[in-house]
């Protein structure tokens, strides 16, 4: 299994911008579909968006279509989740998680970092 560490979490006002990274080990990365998701306290996780192994294939929430965009790296194994236009609402701490075939469903993920926290302030 690919091993993931996500960074670039933190603070900021609504309206801001934070671009959170997804480091990933091994050879193979380019043949993994990367999934961001997030989890606010009391609620279940939830898809964000992801970017397919199949190039220039990316989906996302609708919550966030317009505001987020992920990208990949292939070369470095990063992926990049840059958040625009930041609400209050998405305050969560956030997970990438990889596999090889595109799903929304976090269930099918079996590779997850270990999270990284973002807090919008109103």
């Known amino acids: 299994q690919v091993q993931l560490v996500e960074s670039g979490g933190g603070l900021v006002q609504a309206g801001g911008s934070l671009r959170l990274a997804c480091a990933a080990s091994g050879r193979t990365f380019s043949l993994y579909t990367v999934g961001w998701f997030r989890q606010a306290p009391g609620k279940e996780r939830e898809f964000v968006g992801a970017?397919?192994?199949?190039?220039?294939?990316?989906y996302y929430t609708d919550s966030v279509k317009g505001r987020f965009t992920i990208s990949r790296d292939n070369a470095k194994t990063t992926v990049y989740l840059q958040m625009n236009s930041l609400k209050a609402e998405d305050t969560a701490v956030y997970y990438c998680?990889?596999?090889?075939?595109?799903?929304?469903?976090?269930?099918?993920?079996?590779?997850w970092g270990q999270g990284t926290q973002v807090t919008v302030s109103s």
């Open positions: 998680a990889a596999r090889f075939q595109d799903s929304r469903n976090p269930n099918d993920y079996a590779s």
């Open positions: 970017i397919s192994r199949i190039p220039g294939i990316t």
